[in-house]
């Protein structure tokens, strides 16, 4: 016996029901934030430049003059790992928003089978006989399983957090920018500044050395004493260990920027000295409220939730009754040539209707969980916004200090040279021990340490306050999409 079957999907003309319902659970409004009038700054005569242009509105290849600076930039952004990683995150949190998005629509199911069987002629209900113990059975169909309409809006409360999540992914792979920008930066200028601790202690070396040249010969000539080559050698000894340790601190630190270039460690090539590094006179901070806008990871924080706020609706959608449809329509027959005729025409079509009557709180409790993940969403998002106005603040504080404490370290640099090179010309016309120019050496190299480390907190401020603005994560066309 052959057996054949074809069943056919029946048209959708209820379809249009699905955006007759309403959808249920609050509408997304953003919280009120308790912003600023302005940032508080330093407590002193300086003054940050006011009004609605921040620093944060220029890109990067803007921000920095060292064309070495930005040309790792543009590596960092192009090979970075955690760039890569994060472009991939958005991958995925677009596959979620399809695959969400495919609740809209009905699912079409089509296959087919061929089955052959072979009855027992001893088993307990034997076949007649003269009948044929094996027979087959086809089949072809398209089919369509339960189908729900949305009529209390849980499919769209559904995609509506699913795009939030996209959202919240990209804005992360902007923070991702943001911050790799800043790294490089900082690990590059940190490097520009190991390279001058490098040049101070080379220097002071090549100074102690002749020092202690002259030490020596003065105490083979009887004008100076062995106490005093001691402590000449002291200082060559003090500067040939500085020497080395920064030289492990440069080394290192250029396997650090590498990694952050996508490179595997190694060499790295330098462009202006950190001296010659340039800030910026003005950095106008612009109004609080535009860090709210400008900042990604802020963003981040209210797109998420937004999706604890569309999560509330899919949890009260649960309440109502669930409306499914299925149904199949096609042709049944035991000879392929009866398959197409009237006779072996069959049909299914209906709506089902699931109503909860007990679910032991299950819902209720849901309901309640997912409320009190917005809660949680809602305080994180004020407390993210909170902090950004801090760093905002502290950043601007940094960057009116760290320039004061340069120009006093720089005064007291210079005062220590001068008082290095009295002690010299004294101990050099025997009006006092090498005990003095030991003293001066070493607090000169302090000095001159302390000032290449003001010099970098400076510029770090500087970086630092950009990133606190929301600057770092545009690309040049983001830019000037955005300055449109």
């Given at each position: 016996?052959?057996?054949?079957?074809?069943?056919?999907?029946?048209?959708?003309?209820t379809?249009?029901?699905?955006?007759?319902?309403?959808?249920?659970?609050?509408?997304?409004?953003?919280?009120?934030?308790?912003?600023?009038?302005?940032?508080?700054?330093?407590?002193?005569?300086?003054k940050?430049?006011?009004?609605?242009?921040?620093?944060?509105?220029?890109?990067?290849?803007?921000?920095?003059?060292?064309?070495?600076?930005?040309?790792?930039?543009?590596?960092?952004?192009?090979?970075?790992?955690?760039?890569?990683?994060?472009?991939?995150?958005?991958?995925?949190?677009?596959?979620?928003?399809?695959?969400?998005?495919?609740?809209?629509?009905?699912?079409?199911?089509?296959?087919?089978?061929?089955?052959?069987?072979r009855?027992?002629?001893?088993?307990?209900?034997?076949?007649?006989?003269?009948?044929?113990?094996?027979?087959?059975?086809?089949?072809?169909?398209?089919?369509?399983?339960?189908?729900?309409?949305?009529?209390?809006?849980?499919?769209?409360?559904?995609?509506?957090?699913?795009?939030?999540?996209?959202?919240?992914t990209?804005?992360?792979?902007?923070?991702?920018?943001?911050?790799?920008?800043?790294?490089?930066?900082?690990?590059?200028?940190?490097?520009?500044?190991?390279?001058?601790?490098l040049?101070?202690?080379?220097s002071?070396?090549?100074?102690?050395?002749?020092?202690?040249?002259?030490?020596?010969?003065?105490?083979?000539?009887?004008?100076?004493?062995?106490?005093?080559?001691?402590?000449?050698?002291?200082?060559?000894?003090?500067?040939?260990?500085?020497?080395?340790?920064?030289?492990?601190?440069?080394?290192?630190?250029?396997?650090?920027?590498?990694?952050?270039?996508?490179?595997?460690?190694?060499?790295?090539?330098?462009?202006?000295?950190?001296?010659?590094?340039?800030?910026?006179?003005?950095?106008?901070?612009?109004?609080?409220?535009s860090?709210?806008?400008?900042?990604?990871?802020?963003?981040?924080?209210?797109?998420l939730?937004?999706a604890?706020?569309?999560?509330i609706?899919?949890?009260?959608?649960?309440?109502?009754?669930?409306?499914?449809?299925?149904?199949?329509?096609?042709?049944?027959?035991?000879?392929?040539?009866?398959?197409?005729?009237?006779?072996?025409?069959?049909?299914?079509f209906?709506?089902?209707?699931?109503?909860?009557?007990?679910?032991?709180?299950?819902?209720?409790?849901?309901?309640?969980?997912?409320?009190?993940?917005?809660?949680?969403?809602?305080?994180?998002?004020?407390?993210?916004?909170?902090?950004?106005?801090?760093?905002?603040?502290?950043?601007?504080?940094?960057?009116?200090?760290?320039?004061?404490?340069?120009?006093?370290?720089?005064?007291?640099?210079?005062?220590?040279?001068?008082?290095t090179?009295?002690?010299?010309?004294?101990?050099?016309?025997?009006?006092?021990?090498?005990?003095?120019?030991?003293?001066?050496?070493?607090?000169?190299?302090?000095?001159?340490?302390?000032?290449?480390?003001?010099?970098?907190?400076?510029?770090?401020?500087v970086?630092?306050?950009?990133?606190?603005?929301g600057?770092?994560?545009?690309?040049?066309?983001?830019?000037?999409?955005?300055?449109?």
């Open positions: 016996m052959k057996t054949f079957t074809c069943d056919l999907l029946v048209p959708g003309a379809i249009t029901l699905l955006m007759a319902g309403c959808a249920v659970g609050p509408d997304y409004k953003r919280p009120t934030v308790d912003s600023p009038a302005a940032y508080r700054t330093a407590a002193s005569d300086t940050i430049p006011s009004g609605a242009y921040s620093f944060a509105d220029l890109g990067w290849w803007e921000m920095f003059d060292d064309p070495q600076l930005t040309a790792y930039l543009t590596e960092a952004l192009t090979n970075s790992w955690d760039i890569k990683i994060a472009a991939a995150r958005v991958l995925q949190a677009e596959a979620a928003v399809g695959i969400t998005r495919s609740q809209f629509f009905p699912t079409v199911n089509a296959g087919g089978d061929l089955v052959t069987s009855a027992s002629k001893a088993g307990p209900t034997p076949i007649p006989s003269g009948q044929d113990p094996q027979q087959e059975f086809g089949s072809v169909f398209l089919s369509m399983p339960a189908y729900e309409l949305d009529l209390w809006g849980r499919i769209r409360r559904a995609n509506e957090a699913a795009r939030a999540e996209l959202l919240a990209r804005e992360a792979q902007h923070t991702v920018r943001q911050i790799l920008v800043a790294q490089v930066a900082t690990a590059y200028l940190e490097l520009l500044e190991f390279d001058l601790e040049e101070i202690a080379q002071s070396y090549t100074a102690r050395t002749s020092s202690l040249d002259l030490t020596r010969s003065r105490e083979q000539g009887g004008v100076a004493s062995m106490q005093d080559a001691y402590q000449a050698q002291i200082l060559v000894s003090t500067a040939e260990a500085t020497i080395a340790d920064t030289l492990r601190r440069i080394e290192q630190q250029e396997n650090l920027l590498s990694i952050l270039l996508g490179r595997n460690p190694g060499d790295i090539q330098r462009g202006a000295a950190l001296t010659s590094q340039t800030v910026r006179a003005e950095v106008p901070a612009g109004l609080p409220s860090v709210i806008e400008r900042r990604p990871d802020l963003r981040v924080a209210e797109q939730l937004v604890a706020n569309a999560d609706g899919q949890a009260r959608a649960a309440f109502f009754p669930q409306v499914t449809l299925t149904g199949f329509y096609g042709y049944q027959s035991i000879a392929l040539s009866d398959l197409f005729t009237g006779a072996a025409r069959t049909w299914q209906g709506p089902a209707v699931t109503m909860p009557l007990f679910t032991g709180g299950r819902l209720r409790g849901n309901l309640k969980l997912a409320e009190a993940r917005f809660e949680e969403s809602l305080a994180s998002y004020q407390r993210t916004v909170q902090s950004a106005f801090r760093e905002v603040s502290d950043g601007l504080i940094a960057y009116q200090r760290t320039r004061e404490f340069r120009e006093r370290q720089q005064e007291r640099a210079q005062a220590h040279r001068d008082a090179e009295l002690a010299n010309v004294r101990y050099e016309g025997g009006v006092t021990s090498y005990l003095e120019v030991l003293y001066n050496e070493q607090e000169l190299f302090t000095a001159e340490l302390g000032l290449a480390q003001a010099r970098l907190n400076q510029l770090l401020s970086v630092q306050l950009y990133r606190a603005l600057g770092g994560w545009t690309d040049p066309g983001e830019q000037l999409a955005m300055q449109q």
